[in-house]
């Protein structure tokens, strides 16, 4: 069982003076603000089953957009009012700004090659609201040669004007810092 989030003890991270139940507060946040964004209404079994399917495709396509570099085509996948929280970086808010750094580190030739794999999708029974969560492999060009940072993700997906947009995202490294590839 995971200990409460604001009782007892608090740990330093080893990346982040923050204690480590706190750096999770975010999160619950968003995914209760989420939650209440919800339609409220339930969509029928065969209803949800193709909300689940046009998810699975919009997802499929905005990987393969950011798998290209293709910062244009990327940036088109997210809301207007977009989230974006990076590890040990401020978070990023705005379709703008999300474009912003797409741009900069895919037109910088730092970032090698970066993909994102799925490994659960969670839908509201309302069909407007879905989590995603995953694992994530990035190769950055460093002068010392390429350098492999894996990690996870969490995306939250939102249905506006009957199209699928990405609306927040966290995602964090596995390791201190990027390993060097032999």
């Given amino acids: ?25 975010p999160f619950v946040l968003l995914f209760l603000g989420c939650a209440s964004a919800s ?21 499929d396509a905005f990987q393969a957009a950011e798998s290209a570099l293709d910062a244009q085509r990327a940036t088109s996948f997210w809301a207007t009012d977009a989230v974006v929280q990076p590890a040990g970086s401020p978070a990023l808010v705005g379709r703008d700004a999300v474009g ?6 895919f037109g910088s030739g730092a970032v090698k ?23 994530n492999r990035i190769v950055w060009k460093t002068p010392n040669g390429d350098a492999l940072d894996m990690g996870k993700y969490l995306l939250v997906w939102k249905k506006i ?7 927040a995202i966290s995602f964090t490294s596995d390791a ?7």
């Fill in 100 to 105: 912003a750094l797409y741009r900069q580190i």
């Fill in 176 to 182: 201190a810092a990027p390993v060097p590839m032999k």
């Fill in 39 to 59: 339609s409220g209404t339930n969509l029928s079994p065969s209803a949800l089953r193709d909300a689940e399917r046009a998810l699975h495709v919009r997802s």
């Fill in 161 to 167: 004007g009957g199209e699928w947009y990405a609306s």
């Fill in 1 to 25: 069982m995971f200990p409460p989030l604001f009782a007892g003890p608090t740990y330093p991270s080893p990346r982040n003076s923050m204690p480590v139940r706190l750096r999770f507060l």
């Fill in 113 to 135: 090659e970066l993909r994102g794999t799925p490994s659960h999708v969670e839908m509201a029974k309302s069909g407007d609201l879905a989590y995603e969560t995953g694992v």
